[in-house]
């Protein structure tokens, strides 16, 4: 009994310690900081994600949004489409539509129950060729040489690291393919990218505008972009500064 009685003492004269040395302002478990990535930050705030539905579908076709931004993008039967942020998928099944059976679509999202939510639309309208996948915030994860277009739709004023989600899918893109930028003109914080903004933060990376047209039956302006001569190195990138923003 004394023994046991003495080992309970023990105990308790350890764990008063241990308490003692803890104010319960800090964590017990400590994390070693975040290190900094070779990328610069954007000096710009970042519109907040509110939904994977930017309008009625009814509504958008009946402005030809889809239409005219496949047309303005000069996608034809055949390509390969990767759609950026593709939420419920409303330029997926038209994409999949124009590309025809000889072309392919990956659709692309950050958010996993977003991504199967449209995985079941797509079998539901046995989409074939569709593919469906887990995007990255900072990486969108897409094969190498691969892809015709990239499709970003009101999406692009949502990334937060834009010159490292720009360098990562320059790889992605065929040799005449083309970035697609759909975004409202107004400031980024009220879900748009100044059309200046873009097109700094593009060339940071080594992209040239193509074209930019105003497009209002998609809520803004579309602008392509192709990516000229060796990637930066990371480091390499100087970073835009917008004062207006």
């Known amino acids: 009994m004394r023994r046991a009685r003495a080992g309970t003492t023990l105990a308790l004269l350890i764990a008063g310690v241990v308490l003692a040395g803890c104010d319960g302002t800090q964590p017990l478990i400590k994390r070693a900081p975040r290190q900094p990535g070779p990328f610069p930050a954007a000096d710009r705030p970042v519109a907040s994600i509110v939904s994977a539905r930017w309008s009625n579908e009814e509504e958008r076709d009946r402005l030809n949004e889809a239409g005219a931004v496949m047309d303005g993008a000069r996608i034809r039967p055949g390509m390969t489409v990767a759609d950026i942020g593709a939420g419920e998928g409303y330029y997926t099944i038209r994409l999949a539509s124009r590309v025809g059976k000889d072309g392919r679509v990956l659709a692309e999202d950050i ?6 939510a449209l995985a079941e639309r797509v079998a539901r309208q046995r989409l074939e060729n569709v593919s469906v996948r887990l995007g990255r ?6 094969p190498t040489n691969s892809f015709d277009r990239v499709l970003m739709v009101h999406m692009y004023h949502e990334i937060a690291q ?5 360098w990562r899918m320059r790889p992605a893109l065929r ?4 970035v697609v930028v759909v975004d409202a003109n107004r400031t980024t914080p009220n879900h748009g990218t100044p059309p200046a903004l873009l097109r700094c933060e593009f060339e940071a990376v080594g992209y040239r505008q193509v ?6 039956s998609a809520g803004g302006y579309l602008a392509t972009f192709q990516p000229v001569g ?3 190195e990371p480091e390499a990138i100087k970073p835009c500064r917008m004062a207006s923003q």
């Open 111 to 116: 958010f996993p129950a977003v991504r199967d």
């Open 230 to 232: 060796p990637r930066p």
């Open 137 to 142: 915030p900072a990486d969108p994860r897409l």
């Open 211 to 216: 074209s930019f047209d105003n497009m209002p």
């Open 175 to 178: 040799p005449d393919g083309l």
């Open 162 to 166: 834009p010159y490292e989600f720009l």
